[in-house]
């Protein structure tokens, strides 16, 4: 399971409805699903989603891959940065992963974190194994072999593509045992092969896509490979290389891969891999979202806008499992786990798996963390302050709900209109933001009179809407003479020689015995005959 990114943004619509197809990537389940009804027949009786599932989908997150022990969530912070983060299905404790470049997920519990934003560009690689959290990372660098990833294999092992000094390239098995790396190639592949990409493996199985044939009339292939003796055991051809596209699958009975044509839009294209007989599955648009996820001879499919339902690959038999999910991915033990909601368990997590009846049980494995709600708990704005009293500055004060949240304030003068905004931040990081304003607007002091203080407060995230919090606070200062704007500064007027009257703000700031003008204002001309 690889992910795709466009540095801290998120992606835009036709790469994401290419991830959704494929590896549950960053931008996939913005829209949250409409509420699903009851449980359609062609889910077992007794299969109930359980009530109390203990993984906890951290709010606001979005989803960045699943395994079949846990997941993978990304978050943006108010710097553009992502936080990964691993959480297990036990309902063990999550584990941060850091902001990572770019991850990918696989080889059972393992994941992958890159130095680029897209896996295929991924070269220094720290391979942690989710499995045991608390094992030592290990590290493999690609570079000095002139390679780039392709897919994770297992805790210590990735597949790689690596290029020789003519242009060529060759897939290789890369492993990393101690401080001593190895690799040996995979044979059986066309001596032009190029472009490579790999899906998740199975039973030290795994499904390689490629580029073939001339420059201007590239084909694309497709090659099963056992990983033990590096050699290719199937082959399929595929009218184009896919590179861009992540989503090769294959169980026993099938192997999948996603196409797309202007006239079809995204498709899956599976074959037989006993009879060879290919079939033709139409998900949607381009910018439907849809998503595919193959569980033995059953093709899981949808998107956020139609029910789940799952197509018999072999009797072509069709079942509703679901009225609607946001993605779906196979997890490489034979089951399907869907993000989606039901009236029964609401919005989580649902692992699709065969029942032994003939239908299918769905079992609920994660639910939302509880969303707790944005407020001000406190605020400590003072009604009045005297800035000759106070040193020139007054510190205010604000006390959220929340932790998680940036906090824009803005100090509005209620006569002239003069504003000043500034982001409070909570450096300890709890819920407590404070703002010292040093009594200045534009470089210059601040006005006497009514202000009034609006604090905006907001979560990194954007999962809940802002809120505000309005305060009023009165600015006074010592009477001083020659202050002509009321700002306790001291003003001098003075007439240039073609007769402009000028008024500048002195600040009464002296530096090495010097008062300079902080900001000059143009009263008027004609004052030449005074």
Request: net charge negative; hydrophobic share 40%; proline share 5%.
């Amino acid at each position: 399971m690889q992910h795709r990114t466009a540095g801290t943004a998120r992606l835009a619509t036709a790469v994401a409805t290419v991830l959704a197809v494929t590896s549950l990537g960053a931008g996939v389940l913005a829209t949250a699903p409409a509420a699903f009804a009851a449980m359609p027949a062609a889910v077992s009786a007794g299969s109930a989603a359980e009530a109390d599932s203990p993984a906890v989908l951290p709010e606001g997150a979005d989803l960045g891959g699943i395994s079949p022990s846990g997941f993978l969530t990304y978050s943006f912070e108010r710097d553009g940065s992502r936080k990964l983060l691993w959480t297990p299905f036990d309902g063990g404790a999550p584990t941060p992963l850091g902001e990572p470049e770019g991850w990918a997920l696989g080889g059972g519990d393992v994941v992958v974190l890159g130095d680029a934003g897209w896996t295929a560009r991924m070269t220094a690689l720290s391979l942690r194994n989710m499995a045991d959290p608390s094992a030592p990372a290990v590290d493999i660098d690609l570079g000095p072999l002139d390679g780039t990833y392709v897919t994770v294999l297992g805790p210590d092992s990735v597949l790689a593509q690596l290029r020789n000094g003519d242009g060529t390239t060759e897939l290789h098995v890369v492993t990393k045992a101690g401080a001593e790396t190895t690799h040996r190639k995979v044979e059986g592949l066309p001596a032009d092969a190029a472009d490579f990409f790999g899906s998740d493996v199975q039973d030290g199985t795994v499904l390689v896509g490629y580029a073939t044939g001339p420059a201007d009339a590239r084909t694309g292939g497709r090659a099963v490979v056992d990983v033990a003796t590096g050699t290719v055991s199937e082959t399929y051809a595929s009218a184009e290389g896919g590179y861009d596209f992540s989503g090769l699958q294959f169980s026993d009975s099938h192997v999948a891969w996603t196409d797309y044509d202007s006239a079809s839009g995204l498709y899956i294209t599976s074959v037989d891999r006993t009879t060879k007989e290919r079939k033709k599955t139409v998900l949607g648009a381009r910018d439907s979202e849809a998503y595919a996820a193959l569980m033995g001879s059953w093709l899981v499919h949808g998107d956020p806008t139609t029910a789940v339902k799952a197509l018999d690959l072999t009797t072509g038999e069709t079942r509703e499992l679901a009225p609607r999910a946001t993605a779906a991915a196979s997890v490489g033990d034979g089951t399907v786990v869907f993000q989606g909601e039901t009236a029964a368990d609401g919005k989580g997590l649902f692992r699709i798996a065969e029942a032994a009846d003939g239908g299918f049980s769905l079992t609920k494995v994660a639910s939302p963390a509880s969303a707790v709600p944005l407020t001000f708990e406190q605020t400590q704005v003072p009604e009045t302050v005297n800035l000759d009293e106070s040193g020139g500055s007054v510190t205010l004060n604000w006390t959220l709900s929340r932790s998680d949240a940036s906090v824009v304030v803005t100090l509005t003068h209620t006569v002239t209109g003069k504003e000043v905004t500034e982001v409070a931040y909570s450096p300890a990081e709890d819920g407590h933001f404070a703002f010292a304003w040093d009594g200045t607007i534009d470089g210059v002091d601040a006005p006497n009179g009514a202000y009034t203080v609006e604090a905006r407060a907001e979560l990194h995230n954007g999962a809940v809407e802002p809120v505000t919090r309005t305060s009023p606070v009165t600015v006074t200062r010592t009477a001083n003479p020659h202050d002509f704007t009321d700002n306790g500064s001291t003003d001098v007027l003075a007439r240039d020689a073609s007769g402009v009257l000028w008024r500048d703000d002195l600040r009464d700031r002296p530096v090495d015995g010097r008062v300079e003008s902080a900001q000059r204002a143009q009263i008027g001309a004609g004052w030449n005959t005074y």
